[in-house]
């Protein structure tokens, strides 16, 4: 069964530093999302990518947050200066079409120290 | 922001027993509701979706849909162990606005 996949599945780096997080969505899907869970809080919504380019994006999405799809296979969320609260757990979703029945990839810790 | 509430639970049923989740949205606008489940530590992962009033039903679960009310509602009938986890409402409005979910632990 397709699935989404996400590299790293944990990742720590300094208050600071720059971040990519790596999604690859299944294959035939078109809609592509990053959520984030800071832990024992709700899943959030960060960021949808529908045709190259952003359709919509949240409070939480400031300038310190980029995503990229740079070739046909992978989907990427940047964290340009990590704060000590992006630790989180970030997932990556896809669908083939905006109806809300996504697909979830297994989530990529991210520990900012 | 489109608001999603939910009792946060922990909602302990016994093996067997029916567990009954609700949830409030504030958009009355809303035309489409999810739930997801999540284990400790894992990705949600979608149970079913609806988007008319009444019910809809799937193996053990239902979902229920007033809108009039803005109120959606999860039945977990013959409650297993392997249901206990973490159940996530969700409204779409081009994008998922998730609940905090309703932790359920089901007692065997």
């Not at chain 1, 949808?48 to 939480?60: D, L, M, T, V, W």
């Not at chain 2, 979706?49 to 009444?54: A, D, H, L, P, T």
């Not at chain 2, 809809?56 to 999860?74: H, I, M, W």
């Amino acid at each position: 069964e397709p699935e989404v996949t996400q590299t790293p599945s944990h990742q720590v780096t300094q208050m600071g530093q720059e971040v990519i997080l790596r999604c690859v969505p299944i294959s035939n899907h078109l809609y592509f999302y990053w959520y984030r869970q800071i832990l024992g809080q709700k899943v959030e919504f960060l960021v949808s990518f529908y045709n190259n380019e952003i359709s919509e994006k949240s409070e939480i999405f400031d300038d310190q947050f980029s995503v990229e799809r740079p070739d046909g296979s992978n989907f990427t969320l940047k964290i340009r200066s990590t704060k000590l609260e992006d630790s989180a757990m970030y997932f990556c979703a896809s669908t083939r079409a905006n109806t809300g029945e996504l697909f979830f990839g297994e989530g990529s810790r991210l520990t900012v120290l | 922001q489109k608001e999603v509430e939910q009792n946060s639970g922990p909602l302990s049923v016994p093996e067997g027993a029916i567990a009954s989740l609700n949830c409030t949205y504030s958009d009355r606008g809303s035309q489409s509701f999810f739930w997801y489940r999540q284990y400790s530590g894992k990705s949600p992962e979608l149970i079913m979706f609806i988007y008319s009033n009444g019910d809809k039903e799937d193996g053990r679960f239902t979902a229920q849909l007033n809108k009039a009310s803005q109120y959606v509602s999860l039945l977990i009938r013959d409650s297993q162990p392997s249901d206990s986890a973490t159940y996530l409402c969700a409204v779409n409005d081009y994008k998922l606005s998730f609940g905090a979910g309703t932790t359920v632990t089901v007692r065997a």
